[in-house]
């Protein structure tokens, strides 16, 4: 009788755990960012696989925090930038190297994702990609086309942007530097960093407001009270279609260029279902549906057949031959340069709240 009752309790915890299996393989978890998942590519995905989504909608800083809090748990897939990953890979085990055997990578732009294999370590596959630069009202402010422009007295009062990193970098850019190629001179980054944080505590009374989110950029530029901001070229673009004086600027010292990316967390609970996304959201005419409703560049294979021709010339305004050749890609970032720009964002922030 002891036995049997070992051998049925046995036999009861492996249809348990069975069954747990493939609850967790009809539910994908994604931590992505707002607007990276249209409604109607969700529930095509949800109808087409059987596979429910549940979305946490965050951004690089939050998922890396997330993640590290569970060891790698809590979602199955994640949509990080691709210069953020590998060191998060590595130092915190957070993420588990791509298959990619099992992605269909005809439907990727092979240099975008020879790129991202680079930058990630083999941890990630392009999603899309797209730049950092101004937001400028040209009604208001005709001349501004730099990063300089945001500690410009000319436009006091009339400035916001978001900080963050790329406001660090922007700005590096605008004073002579090339912060990439300090990488690997922790030293001379940190001084550089320093001075760009000292000439925006400096001019702290010329921003009118801090930005945190896609929402604020849109809300700051129609106002009319923001002449100049950091932004998105998705968002700019978005804002010009409803008010032609509003546009997105390539600065002329470099847009700063960004992919965004699948990676799969280390303890992932549904990783085929994870690869069934991938594959399903890189599909030309999925990718074509978030394109068309974030305007953002897409790293799909054969996308432009399906984009809106409104979206091809957004990109070639803003982006001539000059301005594409002096996109900045952001290549890995070291754990000590992220250090450095954090304490540095800190020092800004208690400036700017004095």
């Not at 546009?247 to 960004?258: C, H, Q, T």
Request: hydrophobic share 40%; proline share 5%; with cysteine.
């Amino acid at each position: 009788m002891k036995r049997f009752s070992s051998r049925l309790l046995l036999s009861m915890l492996m249809v348990l755990a069975f069954v747990n299996v493939a609850n967790a393989q009809q539910v994908l978890r994604i931590i992505t960012w707002k607007g990276y998942i249209p409604k109607e590519l969700q529930e095509k995905f949800e109808k087409e696989t059987g596979i429910k989504l549940k979305i946490t909608y965050s951004n690089n800083e939050e998922m890396l925090a997330k993640l590290r809090a569970t060891r790698g748990g809590g979602f199955d897939l994640a949509q990080p930038s691709a210069d953020r990953i590998l060191f998060a890979a590595k130092k915190y085990k957070i993420y588990q190297p791509m298959d990619y055997s099992k992605i269909e990578v005809k439907n990727i732009k092979p240099t975008l994702l020879k790129a991202t294999k680079e930058i990630s370590g083999g941890y990630a596959v392009p999603y899309c990609f797209g730049t950092t630069g101004l937001i400028v009202n040209k009604k208001y402010a005709p001349d501004a086309n730099d990063w300089s422009d945001l500690y410009n007295p000319k436009y006091a009062g009339h400035i916001a942007y978001r900080l963050k990193r790329p406001l660090l970098i922007g700005v590096a850019f605008s004073m002579g530097y090339n912060p990439f190629k300090l990488y690997n001179n922790i030293p001379e980054y940190k001084k550089m960093i320093d001075k760009v944080a000292q000439k925006l505590i400096e001019t702290k009374s010329y921003v009118y407001a801090y930005w945190n989110s896609g929402d604020q950029q849109r809300e700051f530029a129609r106002s009319g009270k923001v002449w100049v901001e950091t932004g998105w070229d998705g968002i700019g673009w978005n804002l010009h279609k409803e008010n032609p004086d509003i546009d997105f600027i390539a600065p002329k010292s470099g847009a700063l260029g960004w992919i965004d990316t699948f990676a799969i967390p280390k303890r992932s609970r549904n990783v085929e279902g994870a690869y069934k996304f991938i594959n399903f959201m890189l599909r030309p005419e999925n990718a074509a549906v978030f394109v068309n409703h974030e305007r953002y560049q897409s790293a799909s294979n054969g996308v432009e057949k399906y984009v809106k021709k409104e979206i091809k010339e957004d990109w070639q305004r803003t982006f001539d031959k000059k301005n594409l050749e002096n996109i900045k890609w952001y290549p890995a970032l070291p754990a000590a340069c992220e250090k450095i720009e954090s304490e540095a964002l800190e020092r800004i922030k208690a400036a700017a709240s004095k």
